[in-house]
């Protein structure tokens, strides 16, 4: 930034150089704004020098060397009274505004886009890429965004053109109706049609976005992980393996929680809509998908009955019939099985039911 004082307290020059990259408006900073009559003005190439009079917009000049007289003072010099011959200082404030390019301006999707896709049905799409801005109307940038502050930098607007940016991004993607499979293909064109959308709206604030590009869009970390397990599958082309790949990995790590919820239906999704591609359901099963036999019964409990101060068996519930059939095995004969904490009567074990379909012994004489 550069000043060049001659004659005292007077302006002769008044220029700006900048090296910071991102300062968008500076304002000649002098007290009391006054500027000598007379004095020499550079505006150098990719700027313009805005001169504010008494709060109101008098003049914006491009690139050059201009004298400031009233012949190319044309709106100033009906602002101010000149007195004295034209050779009195005037008070006036100078902003500089930088008119090239804002470059690689970051742009995103904070929360992700609720969208219709054609094969997957509702999804969830994140975005984000770059943009480059510049001032297309220092004037009216002057007075709608910057108003009287000294120096603005590229920070103080990006967050308001990164909104506008969702804004219509969100609206164009929810009515585009391109698959999400085929967006990669169609970033350029989609990132055409948000510039024609944005380009009204940033040049209410005298702005213009020459470049706009979409870097990635992408889906919810799942369902990624769904979609990239059916193009394994994909690779592979057997049902049968993809669906017992899926049912393993979904016993090894049983989901739980939203994600999970959405992963979950887009694979049953997926995986109903292979099977039908790959034939009808109603075919009989192979010898390798025939169900297997089912395992054999388990044991009965096995018992030890006490007999002449000694222990026998084991006998099973069956044995143990036939001995209470025969009269071996009494209400009151000891028994015990595993798991008992020790020897009980039968009839307070659940060997009771065998003895209720016992006769009882017949009358003497019969």
Do not use: C
Request: charged fraction near 20%.
């Amino acid at each position: 930034m550069v000043f060049d004082f001659l004659k005292g307290e007077f302006i002769d020059v008044i220029s700006w150089t900048d090296d910071t990259r991102d300062t968008m408006v500076w304002r000649f900073e002098r007290r009391g704004n006054a500027i000598k009559y007379g004095a020499k003005l550079t505006v150098r190439e990719g700027q313009a020098a805005v001169f504010i009079h008494e709060g109101q917009l008098a003049d914006v000049f491009g690139p050059g060397l201009y004298q400031l007289e009233t012949n190319n003072l044309p709106i100033l010099t009906t602002l101010q009274h000149w007195d004295h011959g034209f050779k009195s200082p005037f008070q006036s404030e100078v902003y500089f505004v930088n008119t090239t390019r804002f470059n690689d301006l970051k742009w995103g999707t904070k929360n992700p886009i609720m969208a219709r896709d054609p094969e997957f049905g509702p999804v969830r799409l994140r975005a984000y890429g770059t943009y480059s801005m510049r001032v297309s109307d220092p004037a009216k940038f002057m007075l709608e965004i910057v108003g009287t502050d000294g120096e603005f930098t590229a920070d103080e607007i990006s967050f308001q053109i990164r909104n506008i940016i969702v804004q219509e991004f969100s609206r164009t993607i929810a009515s585009a109706g391109i698959p999400v499979l085929d967006m990669a293909a169609n970033t350029q064109d989609l990132g055409k049609i948000i510039t024609d959308a944005i380009g009204p709206r940033v040049a209410e604030y005298g702005l213009s976005l020459p470049e706009f590009y979409i870097e990635n869009v992408s889906l919810p970390e799942e369902v990624e992980k769904v979609l990239d397990k059916r193009t394994s599958m994909g690779i592979a082309g057997d049902l049968n393996k993809y669906m017992q790949f899926n049912a393993a990995e979904s016993l090894a790590n049983p989901a739980t929680g939203a994600g999970a919820t959405l992963g979950a239906g887009m694979a049953a999704g997926i995986g109903l809509g292979m099977a039908q591609n790959a034939g009808p359901w109603g075919a009989a099963p192979t010898a390798a998908q025939a169900p297997a036999a089912p395992p054999p019964l388990p044991a009965g409990r096995q018992w030890h009955i006490a007999a002449n101060g000694a222990s026998t068996g084991p006998f099973t519930d069956a044995d143990l019939a036939g001995l209470v059939a025969s009269g071996k095995l009494a209400s009151g004969t000891l028994v015990w099985a595993a798991g008992m904490e020790g020897w009980k009567p039968a009839s307070d074990t659940e060997l009771s039911r065998l003895f209720g379909s016992v006769p009882p012994p017949l009358p003497p004489g019969a």
